[in-house]
T-cell receptor, first 115, second 112 residues
Framework: GAVVSQHPSRVICKSGTSVKIECRSLDFQATTMFWYRQFPKKSLMLMATSNEGSKATYEQGVEKDKFLINHASLTLSTLTVTSAHPEDSSFYICSVLAGASDTQYFGPGTRLTVL | DAKTTQPPSMDCAEGRAANLPCNHSTISGNEYVYWYRQIHSQGPQYIIH???NNETNEMASLIITEDRKSSTLILPHATLRDTAVYYCIVRVPPEYGNKLVFGAGTILRVKS
């Protein structure tokens, strides 16, 4: 399967600041990547689909101006949480769509804590 | 999106086979069944997927009923490191974005 990395693995920031999370596909050129969010003891929730060279598609209820997604190359997608607030504290996970069967392979996740 | 139903938790003895059931009675003909697992504070790990036929790989076997309304993931010799949340997901077809909609999953506890 595809190997996916995320950076940083964990970040703590002050309320009102912006945080950028990187998702890299290390061994596969990914046209499509996905961003998920997971709150404690809850399941993953899809936030948006990131398509290389075009605008991301956001799921219902996800604010596109707050969660900025950029997929400028086939190996990198970034998620920027703008003006972060404590309620944005969560585990953010990306995945890439890879292989002949279009299977999703996930990154290790980024733990965001907003103080 | 086709929904899945899984038991909230299961226990399994180390070294024994773990059989995790999943119901997906509303699955459509071109929708695949995917299994992932998530160990605490890590990203989900792909296990296996299938459409109609039973599948096997180095991690597990997937048994899909003939009517495709249910499936079972089999870990043949469970180890303590297999303790995780297991998600059975019916993938949204490619024309709708290949999305995965995660349910609550099954917490599998492997005990020595």
């Amino acid at each position: 399967g595809a190997v996916v990395s995320q950076h940083p693995s964990r970040v703590i920031c002050k309320s009102g600041t912006s945080v950028k999370i990187e998702c890299r596909s290390l061994d596969f050129q990914a046209t499509t990547m996905f961003w998920y969010r997971q709150f404690p003891k809850k399941s993953l929730m899809l936030m948006a689909t990131s398509n290389e060279g075009s605008k991301a598609t956001y799921e219902q209820g996800v604010e596109k101006d707050k969660f900025l997604i950029n997929h400028a190359s086939l190996t990198l997608s970034t998620l920027t949480v703008t003006s972060a607030h404590p309620e944005d504290s969560s585990f953010y996970i990306c995945s890439v769509l890879a292989g002949a069967s279009d299977t999703q392979y996930f990154g290790p996740g980024t733990r965001l804590t907003v103080l | 999106d086709a929904k899945t139903t899984q038991p909230p938790s299961m226990d399994c003895a180390e070294g024994r086979a773990a059989n995790l059931p999943c119901n997906h009675s509303t699955i459509s003909g071109n929708e695949y069944v995917y299994w992932y697992r998530q160990i605490h504070s890590q990203g989900p790990q792909y296990i296996i997927h299938g459409l109609k036929n039973n599948e096997t790989n180095e991690m597990a076997s997937l048994i899909i009923t003939e009517d495709r309304k249910s499936s079972t993931l089999i870990l043949p010799h469970a180890t303590l490191r297999d303790t995780a949340v297991y998600y059975c997901i019916v993938r949204v077809p490619p024309e709708y974005g290949n999305k995965l909609v995660f349910g609550a999953g099954t917490i599998l506890r492997v005990k020595s």
